[in-house]
């Protein structure tokens, strides 16, 4: 078993959709969980930083976290089709094994106009 | 405002050729990490630097791979003998102690 686990879709939606899109992980040592975007042949950029359960926003994504399930989430408001990209969701332990991050493979978006 | 830079962003070699990348981190990050990622995964750990000192190498980092952070700014890493199943892209992050990681654009490799 992986230790994070994320569908890695395709998942096609219309414009304007609310998206949601998991991750489920099974290592309790991890306490800090990201969203990182990924466009096509492009590094990844952070989205989303997180570090305790329960809701945090930012504009038009909402980043949720359920430690005692182990299951994070990412929303995503009004989607558009500049949106279209991998999301990866990332993770981190605290103390001394807090540089390492662990990815899922990522979930494909397209968001068609 | 640089991000973290990395050069060349894409790079052909020939199966058992030596290539090396190199990575410029955001200046104020005292942290650098090395990350690997093929078609269909997420990146995975290479190794990480604090400062000028390697403190962690994952076992996917054979010993045709070497990494250096000379003087603690940026970084290089070298493969020796190139195979094809090296073939991928190489992602370049940093961070300060308490922050998450930002990411480089990426090397791209392809070995023939």
Redesign the interface.
């Known amino acids: 078993q992986k230790e994070v686990e994320q569908d890695p879709g395709p998942l096609s939606v219309p414009e304007g959709a609310i998206v949601s899109l998991n991750c489920t992980y099974s290592n309790s040592a991890f306490q800090y969980f990201m969203w990182y975007r990924q466009y096509s042949r492009k590094g990844p950029e952070l989205l989303m930083y997180t570090y305790s359960s329960g809701n945090k926003e930012d504009g038009r994504f909402t980043a949720q976290v359920d430690k005692s399930s182990k299951y994070i989430s990412l929303f995503i408001r009004d989607s558009q089709p500049s949106d279209s990209a991998t999301y990866l969701c990332a993770m981190k332990g605290s103390g001394g094994s807090n540089y390492k991050l662990t990815f899922g493979k990522g979930t494909l978006l397209t968001v068609n106009p | 405002d640089t991000g973290?830079s990395?050069d060349p962003r894409h790079k052909i070699t020939k199966r058992g050729q030596n290539v090396t990348f190199r990575c410029d981190p955001i200046s104020e990050h005292n942290?650098l990490?090395w990350?690997r990622q093929t078609l269909?995964?997420?990146?995975?750990?290479l190794t990480?630097f604090?400062n000028e000192a390697q403190?962690?190498k994952s076992r996917l980092l054979s010993d045709r791979f070497s990494a250096e952070r000379p003087k603690g700014s940026f970084s290089t890493l070298e493969i020796q003998r190139t195979e094809q199943g090296d073939s991928a892209?190489y992602?370049c992050?940093s961070s300060k102690p308490t922050d998450?990681?930002?990411?480089?654009?990426?090397t791209?490799l392809t070995v023939l």
């Open positions: 973290v990395q942290r990490y990350y269909g995964q997420g990146p995975e750990f990480y604090q403190l962690e892209m992602l992050a998450t990681q930002y990411f480089g654009p990426g791209r």
